[in-house]
């Protein structure tokens, strides 16, 4: 049986959304945490949009059984772990292609998490997949599957996989991580044999994306938008 796939937006945006011109912070990038900092903490609440808002939404408007998963690619590849780690009883897997491994201990999390999460480096640890792992987090999933390219430009700088591997190893977590030869940044474009739109974020398609199993009654409407599909489901407060 198929399942629906919700690919998400990586922040919320519009004119009264508050934004920055750079490429890895504010609408585009809003690292699935929800912000205490302004000027960004009235819009930028990705963690509770994913994890209540979103399922509420999907939920309400198709007949699905409560069997999700989640993954993601890149900044999303980090909130798809984080989430799934934080809210086990919502998600049944876990998975990521070149993820964002631990952002307390790269350039763009520590952007990122600064802005949105404040200087209190300890409220950093919440939402960074290695440490998470190393905590014991993972413990409900019996593996976590990561794929990552080799010829990936911002492999060793930003995405640091081999962390994910090291946390495993000190926690006794199963956690299989498949190194692509050759593959760059747009792995999950290939892997998944889809064309999809590229968003501002983070090199691209960077979404946690929940999916659901359904029931065969199911039929998408192809003539819809995904915001007229789900017009509640904006990360908007």
């Not at 792992?133 to 390219?149: K, N, R, V």
């Not at 474009?189 to 199911?218: E, F, I, K, M, N």
């Amino acid at each position: 049986m198929a399942s629906p796939l919700s690919r998400p937006d990586t922040s919320p945006r519009g004119d009264g959304v508050a934004d920055d011109p750079a490429y890895d912070l504010g609408q585009g990038a809003g690292f699935y945490v929800d912000a205490t900092q302004a000027p960004w903490a009235p819009h930028f609440n990705m963690e509770s949009y994913i994890v209540r808002d979103l399922i509420e939404a999907v939920e309400a408007a198709f007949p699905l059984a409560p069997r999700r998963s989640i993954f993601g690619h890149s900044m999303g590849g980090h909130g798809a772990m984080t989430l799934a780690m934080k809210h086990p009883p919502l998600f049944r897997s876990v998975s990521a292609f070149s993820p964002i491994s631990s952002p307390t201990r790269c350039p763009w999390g520590e952007k990122a998490f600064s802005a949105y999460l404040g200087a209190d480096h300890d409220g950093w640890r919440r939402h960074d997949a290695a440490l998470l792992i190393e905590d014991g987090m993972a413990a409900p999933f019996d593996d976590i599957l990561i794929d990552q390219g080799t010829a990936d430009p911002f492999l060793q700088k930003e995405l640091k996989p081999q962390l994910l591997e090291e946390a495993a190893r000190k926690a006794g977590q199963k956690l299989t991580l498949r190194r692509q030869d050759g593959y760059d940044h747009s792995l999950s474009r290939r892997a998944l044999g889809v064309t999809v739109t590229r968003s501002p974020g983070l090199g691209g398609d960077d979404c946690a994306a929940p999916s659901t199993s359904r029931s065969p009654q199911w039929r998408p409407n192809r003539g819809m938008k995904p915001r007229e599909l789900f017009p509640r489901a904006a990360p908007y407060r």
